[in-house]
């Protein structure tokens, strides 16, 4: 029996808009009326697969590879982004920009927007294409960005849970240890919304909750009304701990 391995390149203008053509097809099959937008990465960006979304009135809003022609355009961007840092304006101060550009590739121009960020690392610029409507800024933070979210929520199941390790010789036993892990993702995220909203346990990764608040040290005493629980006076996140722990014990068993 053969076995062939798809090439580990990234896709091309073609293959980009044979898996669009195909999943839109099927989604606007059921639903004829839904507005689609489609988000990627700076992969998605091929003129082919463009040039089919705006054929089919499909929004897109892809990354765009930098190169020498963008940023020279957004070089003034950088600098006053790294002025305003330099006057106290913020630990990271980003500027944004729309402009107009084709690609040499490209049969007509499109709406790119520059992002640009300056940081203690130096300035960091960042692209994306779209035929959105919208103001730049909203665009990246609310539309581009948003599944950078969705990502950290995937690398908080894999990684820090490690549900990735299914090397059990049996299909069945790995579905239950990825149940399991799915069980206690469920757990950790359900602690981490108990905390206040302004809460340094709010916005923490699931890895720093593991190390930081149940991998603890501690003296567990079990009394006739209640269980004592005494940390080292070294903990340095007591308040924290006290005050979630104060939240569970008044959910409803």
């Known amino acids: 029996m053969a076995i062939i391995l798809r090439p580990g390149k990234t896709p091309d203008g073609a293959e980009v ?14 639903w004829p009326a839904v507005d689609i ?3 990627g990465d700076s992969h998605y960006a091929r003129p082919e697969a463009m040039a089919w979304c705006e054929r089919k009135r499909v929004g ?3 990354g765009l590879a930098g190169n020498p022609v963008l940023l020279r355009r957004v070089g003034d961007l950088a600098e006053d982004a790294a002025l305003g840092r330099l006057s106290g304006e913020g630990d990271k101060v980003r500027r944004y920009r729309e402009l107009r550009y084709a690609a040499k590739s490209w049969t007509v121009e499109r709406r790119v927007i520059a992002r640009v960020e300056a940081g ?5 610029s960042r692209f994306i294409v779209t035929n959105l409507a919208g103001l730049p800024k909203a ?14 929520l995937i690398k908080a199941h ?43 346990w709010r916005d923490a990764q699931f890895d720093t909750i593991r190390l ?13 009304t209640r269980i004592k629980i005494a940390l080292p006076t070294a903990y340095p996140y007591q308040v924290g701990f006290t005050d979630l722990a104060g939240r569970l014990a008044k959910l409803p068993p």
Not at 139 to 152: F, P, S, T, V
Not at 173 to 198: C, D, E, K, V
């Open 120 to 124: 203690p690392q130096g300035a960091d």
């Open 60 to 62: 897109y809003i892809f």
């Open 17 to 30: 808009t044979l898996v669009l053509r195909h999943v839109i097809g099927r989604i606007r099959a059921r």
């Open 212 to 224: 930081c608040l149940i991998k603890v040290a501690g003296r567990v005493t079990e009394m006739v």
């Open 158 to 200: 894999k990684l820090h849970l490690a549900s990735d390790r299914t090397s059990c010789s049996k299909a069945t036993a790995n579905q239950f240890r990825l149940l399991i892990h799915t069980t206690a993702y469920w757990l950790m995220l359900s602690l981490r919304g108990l905390a206040p909203p302004t809460s340094f």
């Open 139 to 152: 665009l990246y933070e609310k539309i581009y960005c948003a599944r950078g979210q969705a990502e950290n």
């Open 37 to 39: 937008v489609v988000r």
